[in-house]
C-alpha cells in the first residue's frame, strides 16, 4: 500500500502542470475560441475531460489517504509544512510550536465565526418613512446558521430604502476562507518554529 501510494503520489504531482494545461484547453473550448471546431477537436476535448475526472479522483483517494493514514499523512504534510524532528531536541520544539499555531488558528477561527454572524447596516427610508424625524437608520443583527439558506427579503422594504454600507457576511468565499487558513497554519508553525529556534541559542 505504501508503495503505491508513493506511486500514485508521483503521478499526482508530476501530471499536475499537464492538468492545467488541459484545463485550459477545456476552458477555451467551452467558450468557443476555436473557429473551426473539428472531430478530432470533439475528441480530443473528450480526452481532456474522462483525463480531469480521473485526476480528480485521484486528487480524492489521497486526501482520504491523507486523513486516515498516518504514514502517508507524516510523509507528505511534513514535506509541505517543512517539519523536521531529527532528534529529541526538535520533537520538543516542534510540540511547542503545533501547539501555538493551534491555538492561534483556533483563536482565528472563533474571530471569523462571530464576523460571519454579525450583521450591520446602514440605509436611508424615504421621509414618509422616518423615525421620529431620522432618515437614517442603522440595523444590528446577529445570525446563526447551519446551513446556508438564501435570502428573501420584502420588496417593499427594499424598494423603500437605499443602502449606505451593509455588512452581512464574511467579504471571502468559503473557498478563500480555506484557503489562507491552510497558509496561515504552514506560516504560523514556520515561524513559530524559527523563533523557538532562536530563543533557545539566546539562552545557551
Keep these: 500500500m505504501k508503495r503505491w501510494d508513493s506511486i500514485l503520489l508521483k503521478v499526482f504531482l508530476y501530471g499536475l502542470p499537464a492538468v492545467i494545461i488541459l484545463a485550459i484547453f477545456s476552458y477555451s473550448y467551452g467558450l468557443g475560441k476555436h473557429s473551426q471546431i473539428s472531430d478530432k477537436l470533439t475528441l480530443l476535448n473528450g480526452f481532456v475531460g474522462l483525463t480531469l475526472a480521473l485526476w480528480m479522483l485521484l486528487l480524492i483517494y489521497l486526501n482520504i489517504r491523507l486523513m486516515f493514514s498516518g504514514s502517508f499523512r507524516n510523509k507528505v504534510l511534513a514535506r509541505i509544512t517543512f517539519i523536521k524532528e531529527a532528534d529529541e531536541r526538535e520533537v520538543m520544539l516542534t510540540g511547542k510550536a503545533t501547539k501555538t499555531t493551534f491555538l492561534t488558528s483556533l483563536a482565528i477561527l472563533i474571530f471569523l465565526f462571530f464576523l460571519s454572524c454579525f450583521q450591520v447596516s446602514f440605509y436611508r427610508v ?79
Design 126 to 204: 424615504p421621509p414618509e418613512k422616518a423615525i421620529d424625524g431620522k432618515t437614517r437608520v442603522v440595523s444590528l443583527n446577529f445570525g446563526f446558521n447551519l446551513l446556508k439558506a438564501s435570502r428573501k427579503g420584502n420588496p417593499d422594504e427594499t424598494m423603500q430604502k437605499t443602502d449606505i454600507f451593509s455588512y452581512t457576511r464574511l467579504p471571502l468565499s468559503s473557498t478563500g476562507v480555506i484557503l489562507l487558513l491552510i497558509l496561515w497554519q504552514i506560516i504560523s508553525y514556520n515561524f513559530s518554529m524559527q523563533r523557538l529556534i532562536k530563543d533557545e541559542h539566546r539562552l545557551r
